[in-house]
Structures are given as C-alpha cells and as structure tokens.
C-alpha cells in the first residue's frame, strides 16, 4: 500500500501539476523518480479516460476475448495475418490454392463432357471410316489434353512451392487417372 505524503496541500499542487502536463522537477540523484512519476501520470490518464467511458465502444466490449492463436502462423506475422483475416482478406497462397483447384475442377468438368460427348459419337457410328475419323479426333484431343495436363502441373508445382504449408500440396494430375476417374478410354 502507498504511504500518503503528510501535507496534502503539496499532494493536490503535485496532481494539478500531472494533469497540466507539467512534471514536478526529480532529484539528480535518483532517476527512477521521473520514471515512476511519468508511469503515474499515464496511470491516471488511462483511469481518468475508463471513467469517462472513452473504452466503452470498443468493439467487443463485454465478450471473452479470444486467445486462440492459428498455430500455421508465424509468430512475426500473426498481425499481418490478423489484420488481413479481419479485413476479409487472406494471403495470397490461400487464393492462389482456391482458384487452382476451382480451375482443375472445372478443367475435369470439361473433360467429362467432351468425352461424354465422343463416346456418344463412337456408339452411334456404324462405318469403319467414320469410325477412324472419329478415333483420329478423339487421339489429337487426348493430344491436347496431356499438353494441357502438361501446362497445368507446371502451375501446381509453382503453387506448391509457395505454399507454407507441405499438407496441403495441391497433387499433379496424370491424363491416365483422369480418364478413369470419367469413366473413359484411351481407345474409343
């Protein structure tokens, strides 16, 4: 407990100095004086400003704070990071994650239809040279895809390495997969 100063009227004069800005002058000898002086009046500004209600609008004034720290952030970014987050932004590797794999599943959807569509055409052909024709056209269209395949592995693999996290590595896709995985054949 402090020990009251045994004039008071020295007491008031000492406050309404604080409050004016203005700092009682501190022995040369001591300066911890100034500094614990200096704390006080910070003290009493922060005291003098809660009865005010100056912090009473602070956004979740009255709620638990959350203490939850996301353990995949670096410790000298977390700020940046939370002020992106609440901001409704997120880091670019996230966006860059999301709109590859928005992108490959619509790379798939296109794939389905298109060989949905030649084995259509394949089950309707009754010639042997339209037959040919049509496995001549489906062959430069697997052509197209594996290069497309080609070019979109060398984005996840730059995607990849940006990314801090290695669990969440976005997987290279083979042509052969992806045909099975639509349920079609390289020979129609």
């Known amino acids: 407990m402090k020990k009251l100063k045994p004039d008071a009227k020295a007491k008031a004069d000492e406050y309404k100095a604080k409050v004016k800005g203005e700092f009682p002058a501190a022995p040369a000898d001591d300066p911890t004086d100034v500094i614990e002086s200096s704390n006080d009046i910070v003290g009493q500004r922060i005291e ?4 005010q209600g100056m912090f009473d609008n602070l956004r979740g004034h009255g709620k638990p704070l959350d203490l939850r720290r996301n353990p995949f952030v670096p410790e000298e970014k977390e700020m940046a990071f939370h002020l992106l987050e609440n901001s409704g932004f997120s880091p670019s590797w996230i ?25 259509a055409l394949s089950q309707t052909t009754t010639t042997d040279q339209s037959r040919q024709q049509l496995q001549e056209h489906w062959d430069l269209q697997l052509s197209n895809w594996a290069t497309e395949l080609q ?19 976005v997987f290279k896709l083979i042509l052969d997969e992806e045909l099975k995985r639509a349920g079609m054949k390289r020979v129609l």
């Open 95 to 119: 966006t860059d994650r999301t709109s590859m794999l928005r992108y490959i599943e619509q790379w798939r959807a296109a794939l389905h239809k298109q060989g949905a569509h030649y084995q």
């Open 151 to 169: 070019n979109l592995n060398r984005r996840i693999e730059t995607l990849n390495l940006t990314q801090p996290i290695a669990r969440l590595e």
């Open 48 to 51: 003098e400003a809660m009865r």
